[in-house]
């Protein structure tokens, strides 16, 4: 059963203009969210995060919004660059002991 | 520099044989943690451990062991029972609580 949900598996978006990624989830109980970086054969990254007291986390090109309420995160990428072509994952924990990952969204952009 | 390092990259196996994945963490992380990845599937927690001498299993624990005997190194074996191994397993390390995870670069198992 997922609890964490990345409905598009790739998104395509020309340099320079906003990429937008999101996620769903279903437990309303989780309380921290991340969102992770994976290039092939490599591991993920972590990019941002965000606590479930806040709504918003910015850092540098990359923002972080949830929304409690549809039990939805995205994130938002601007402005997008070639080297940001990569898969995205969202992660999802309650407690911190385990995490819960989306199955990722394959990011291109064009340059 | 500090970091995860996993060995082998690739691990090839024959059926009916335990194999043991490595992982050792210089992060002077408390917590490590075992996932696996197929394709078009997320990450899935195999086991966890958040101190040395303990660990709890995760989702699919079933045909894989443990152990964690010092902070650095936390190794997964993938035994016979397992019986759909080949896979890509990622281990990570972090402080523990909600905060994020450092992966290493993975280990890519398959089966003879």
């Known amino acids: 059963d997922q609890q964490v949900k990345q409905n598009s598996p790739s998104l395509s978006v020309q340099e320079g203009r906003i990429s937008i990624l999101n996620c769903d989830y279903t437990?309303?109980?989780?309380?921290?969210f991340l969102w992770y970086k994976k290039y092939p054969a490599e591991g993920p990254t972590f990019l941002i995060s965000?606590?479930?007291?806040?709504d918003k986390n910015e850092d540098g090109r990359f923002t972080v919004f949830l929304n409690k309420s549809a039990k939805h995160l995205s994130l938002h990428i601007v402005p997008s660059q070639p080297g940001d072509s990569a898969v995205y994952f969202c992660?999802?924990?309650?407690?911190?002991?385990?995490?819960?990952f989306g199955t990722g969204t394959s990011l291109t952009v064009i340059p | 520099d500090g970091g995860i390092t996993q060995s082998p990259k690739y691990l090839f196996r024959k059926e009916g044989q335990n194999v043991t994945l490595s992982c050792e963490q210089n992060?002077?992380?408390?917590?490590m943690y075992w996932y696996r990845q197929d394709p078009g599937q997320g990450l899935r927690l195999i086991y966890y451990?958040?101190?040395?001498?303990?660990?709890q299993k995760g989702d699919i624990a079933e045909g894989y062991s443990v152990s964690r005997e010092k902070k650095e190194s936390f190794p997964l074996t993938v035994t016979s029972a397992q019986k759909n191994p080949t896979a890509f397993y990622l281990c990570?390390?972090?402080?523990?609580?909600?905060?994020?995870?450092?992966f290493g670069d993975g280990t890519r198992l398959s089966i003879l």
């Open positions: 965000i606590s479930s007291i806040k």
């Open positions: 990570a390390s972090s402080f523990g609580g909600n905060q994020p995870q450092h």
């Open positions: 437990n309303s109980m989780f309380d921290y």
């Open positions: 451990s958040q101190i040395v001498n303990d660990f």
């Open positions: 992060l002077n992380h408390d917590a």
């Open positions: 992660a999802a924990t309650l407690t911190g002991n385990q995490f819960y």
